[in-house]
């Protein structure tokens, strides 16, 4: 008796044995698969069950698709896939098509405005002259980019971009064909302290230290300012300067060497002599500029070349 049953549990062990080794691995198809990889794999885009189900499920299908259509995939496709790359019996169930799309996530707004602004922070040619305050952020559409891309981002700034004012910057999210571009706007400010008129300084006037104050200004409303007070001291207004405007390039100058109704010598210059005489500068001058001058001997107008203060050479 005790032997009958030893030869049925060796049975039923081998029949567990071999019911084990014939049992079939199974593959049930989603409709729906959503990659973030490069390639799609067999566990991308279907549940599996069996032995090796590990090794079933690694096993590759198709590159990913592009942009985020995403493509669509047979039943008839899958199976011979399978049957290709895996030996052991399957039974393939599920889906009869599957739509696969690529992982993308869209980028908050938030985010963007971040973004824009770190840029400029970053990139301003005046973050060490003030403070730099944007208003008014404006994004023109929505951005959506590949997970696995999520920081890759590049900004497309124009090389005429000064940071002032209306503001704008490209930027492409992501890369390759997958890669996705938004336009960023806002006002830029920067107060910064520059030296502005203390008061009222006219047209023709030097500007001495004593015309000068530093003020916080939004430099933003005045192109061409001048932020060094360095850069006004000995210069000569061009226009008449109202209290408490800021200098800019446009309203200043170097001051001429001669000025109109200055009295300055006049050398007549030959080869082997020289005469020297007076006249009245007619016109302002600088140095190597060719001005009229009226010859106070004679009446005469002649022309001369400025070669010092107050001197003037003419060739004959």
């Not at 071999?18 to 198809?29: F, K, N, P, R, Y």
């Amino acid at each position: 008796m005790m032997k009958f049953f030893s030869c049925l549990l060796v049975s039923a062990l081998l029949f567990v044995s071999t019911a084990a080794a014939m049992e079939t691995h199974v593959v049930t198809l989603h409709e729906k698969a959503l990659v973030s990889a490069e390639s799609v794999h067999l566990g991308d885009i279907a549940g599996v069950t069996g032995p090796d189900a590990e090794e079933l499920a690694g096993l590759y299908i198709v590159k990913s698709p592009v942009g985020r259509i995403g493509s669509r995939l047979s039943r008839d496709y899958i199976f011979k896939k399978i049957q290709e790359g895996f030996k052991a019996p399957f039974k393939l169930k599920g889906a009869e098509k599957i739509h696969i799309t690529r992982e993308y996530v869209k980028i908050s707004a938030k985010r963007l405005e971040e973004i824009f602004k770190e840029t400029v922070l970053a990139e301003s040619p005046w973050k060490n002259t003030g403070t730099i305050v944007i208003e008014g952020i404006s994004v023109s559409g929505s951005v959506h980019v590949l997970k696995k891309d999520i920081d890759a981002v590049q900004a497309k700034i124009s090389p005429h971009e000064d940071f002032l004012g209306h503001t704008s910057i490209a930027f492409v999210f992501g890369k390759g064909a997958s890669a996705d571009q938004v336009n960023i706007s806002a006002r830029v400010k920067v107060i910064a302290d520059v030296p502005v008129a203390k008061a009222t300084i006219n047209r023709g006037d030097i500007i001495t230290k004593a015309d000068i104050e530093v003020k916080p200004v939004d430099i933003s409303m005045y192109p061409r300012v001048v932020v060094d007070e360095g850069e006004c001291l000995g210069k000569r207004a061009k226009t008449r300067l109202r209290r408490g405007r800021p200098f800019l390039g446009l309203n200043i100058e170097d001051p001429p060497l001669i000025s109109k109704g200055d009295i300055v010598y006049i050398e007549a210059r030959s080869k082997n002599l020289v005469i020297r005489d007076k006249g009245e500068a007619l016109k302002d001058g600088r140095l190597s500029e060719e001005i009229p001058v009226r010859n106070i001997t004679s009446g005469k107008q002649i022309v001369g070349t400025i070669i010092a203060a107050s001197c003037i050479a003419v060739h004959f």
